[in-house]
T-cell receptor, first 113, second 117 residues
């Protein structure tokens, strides 16, 4: 079975600090993408970053980067220089059978001033 | 561009009533999805449609039906609403393509907050 696990229901960080959100997944497939989505209080789902599993290099988008460890099936999100606007729910997502996107249970991140 | 449009945004139903959630996308995507979001449960896939004319069950299909009316539209129907179906519902679409490494980035509607009393 394909699963996505986010073991941190809630996290908090001080503004300008760095925080890492964890995600693990289980699959027998070898070629896939992985995604992190952000959901602010507006409820809108926003793609933060994606990782291509066949690439060794970790993806980076401005202050957001991933630590992708394929053998360990781990896909963590690092947010550097945290800002108040980063306060949101964060979901890790994985495409089951390469076309059905399934999500973890989410991590609620609170950034404090 | 409108992207993915869901209607309605809010709805209150009585137990046993029926309703249809509408979803339309203007990105010419092949795949469309319905998710429900509940506290502590993340987003769970109800049904998805890999292409026009096809639908398949997701993780939590019981109590729901779907119709892929055409490439643009994918509706979700609750035949007899129950309080357990109180949730936020999201429609999404993607276009994984035919490449070996399928980019399934999903684009989401704004969600429908449904309350069943």
């Amino acid at each position: 079975a394909q699963t996505v696990t986010q073991s941190q229901p809630e996290m908090s960080v001080q503004e300008a600090e760095t925080v890492t959100l964890s995600c693990t997944y289980d699959t027998s497939e070898s070629n896939y993408y992985l995604f992190w989505y952000k959901q602010p209080p507006s409820r809108q789902m926003i793609l933060v970053i994606r990782q291509e599993a066949y690439k060794q290099q970790n993806a980076t988008e401005n202050r957001f980067s991933v630590n992708f460890q394929k053998a360990a099936k781990s896909f963590s999100l690092k947010i550097s220089d945290s800002q108040l606007g980063d306060t949101a729910m964060y979901f890790c997502a994985f495409p089951y059978n390469t076309d059905k996107l399934i999500f973890g249970t989410g991590t609620r991140l609170q950034v404090f001033p | 561009n409108a992207g993915v449009t869901q209607t309605p945004k809010f709805q209150v139903l009585k137990t046993g009533q029926s309703m249809t959630l509408q979803c339309a996308q203007d990105m010419n995507h092949n795949s469309m999805y319905w998710y429900r979001q509940d506290p502590g449960m993340g987003l769970r896939l109800i049904y998805y449609s890999a292409s026009e004319g096809t639908t398949d069950k997701g993780e939590v299909p019981n109590g729901y039906n779907v119709s892929r009316l055409n490439k643009r539209e994918f509706s979700l129907r609750l035949e007899s609403a129950a309080p357990s179906q109180t949730s936020v519902y999201f429609c999404a679409s993607s276009d994984p393509g035919i490449k070996v490494f399928k980019n399934t980035e999903a684009f989401f509607g704004q969600g429908t907050r449904l309350t069943v009393v």
